[in-house]
């Protein structure tokens, strides 16, 4: 029996995975099992890595037109993706040969939709930005991490996190979306703990903009993490149309539902680690990556793994203790090659599926 008390926090997709189904959580972060991703996931983060190439560093779009930005993406899903079948370290399963070609095409058309709002736009302070918050309750200390998509200054403060599904959600899913009140609670401790200042003093942008940003911080610094929340902007950006959605903020409700529910969470985890039993729920089935290697069975056949939510929370305690360094986040790099496009013959005959 090994001990699997490796505490990481709850990150936004961990969090989806253990809603979805104890299963799918059970293959993702204990067995750690690895599936090829669909071309459709495939395409989702090749528009986020786009996205991190929109503007110069002036703030400029890099971009002259909808055109050359849409033709941008041909060269590193070609060379990177495709010939390789990989994207970011996952294998990808093609359907059929013609696969990624059809969504090439279908994300050159969403990049010309996005093209005219975001150079409209000034561009974002922070993209790609990493967290890594603890948050003290009664029930004790919730250790959240993850990534902004973008931190935007608009006349707040503002979370904006890109999104690839077709359905648009209704406002009372996004108000309910737990996503987003992890993204609300994240910007809100960093400001409440001065840390969005630090990284704010590093930014490489005009005085002006950096000026007025740290202006905003400082006036929310002091505050009560919901009073914070109240002041910040949070927005669904949807990455086929262009759309952007303002997302209700959060509330004192919002927070006290998340942390009630991540609270039950880890124990429930606990227990499923000692029972080798993790629920299955087969409504998500349809679009699990899972679906091929999954029994569809609650029980896990092997030894129950000792597991200790007592690690976890002395850990999560250690990392209270580190909050008043400024050393969790990290700047990203934003440099990328782009490499030369022997588009479509050479590349074609290499696709595996
Ligand atoms: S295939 Fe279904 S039961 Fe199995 S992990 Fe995925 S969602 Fe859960």
């Not at 070609?78 to 010939?83: D, L």
């Not at 002006?208 to 929310?220: F, I, Q």
Request: hydrophobic share 35%; net charge positive.
């Amino acid at each position: 029996m090994g001990n699997k008390s490796r505490y990481t926090g709850w990150s936004p997709s961990r969090w989806r995975a253990w809603q979805d189904c104890e299963k799918k959580y059970y293959f993702t972060y204990v067995k750690r099992a690895e599936v090829p991703i669909t071309a459709e996931m495939a395409a989702g983060l090749m528009r986020h890595m786009r996205m991190l190439q929109f503007y110069k560093e002036d703030g400029s779009p890099k971009y002259k037109s909808a055109e050359t930005f849409a033709n941008s993406v041909k060269g590193p899903w070609i060379i990177e993706v495709v010939e390789n079948s990989e994207i970011a370290g996952r294998k990808i399963k093609w359907r059929d040969p013609q696969e990624p070609y059809r969504t090439l095409e279908v994300m050159k058309r969403d990049l010309r939709a996005i093209y005219e709002p975001y150079s409209q736009e000034a561009p974002p302070l922070f993209t790609e930005q990493r967290f890594k918050v603890v948050i003290p309750s009664k029930s004790g200390y919730f250790c959240f991490v993850g990534r902004f998509d973008e931190i935007r200054l608009g006349e707040r403060l503002a979370v904006r996190d890109h999104k690839s599904g077709l359905l648009i959600p209704e406002p009372e899913e996004l108000a309910e979306n737990e996503q987003f009140t992890i993204y609300s609670l994240a910007l809100a401790s960093l400001i409440e703990n001065g840390n969005l200042e630090r990284m704010l003093h590093t930014l490489r942008r005009p005085e002006d903009v950096k000026e007025k940003a740290l202006g905003v911080a400082r006036e929310l610094r002091g505050l009560s993490l919901v009073e914070i929340a109240q002041n910040l902007d949070l927005e669904y950006h949807n990455m086929r149309t262009g759309g952007i959605i303002q997302v209700p903020r959060r509330t004192q409700e919002s927070f006290d539902s998340l942390i009630a529910k991540v609270s039950e969470a880890e124990r429930k985890i606990s227990e499923n680690y000692n029972s080798n039993i993790w629920q299955v729920n087969e409504d998500s089935c349809p679009k699990c990556v899972f679906a091929n290697i999954c029994d569809r069975k609650s029980q896990v056949m092997g030894e129950p793994t000792l597991f200790s939510l007592v690690n976890e929370s002395r850990i999560a305690q250690e990392v209270q203790d580190g909050l008043r360094s400024d050393s969790f986040y990290i700047p990203v790099k934003q440099k990328e090659k782009v490499p030369k496009l022997p588009f479509p013959r050479q590349s074609r005959k290499k696709v595996n599926v």
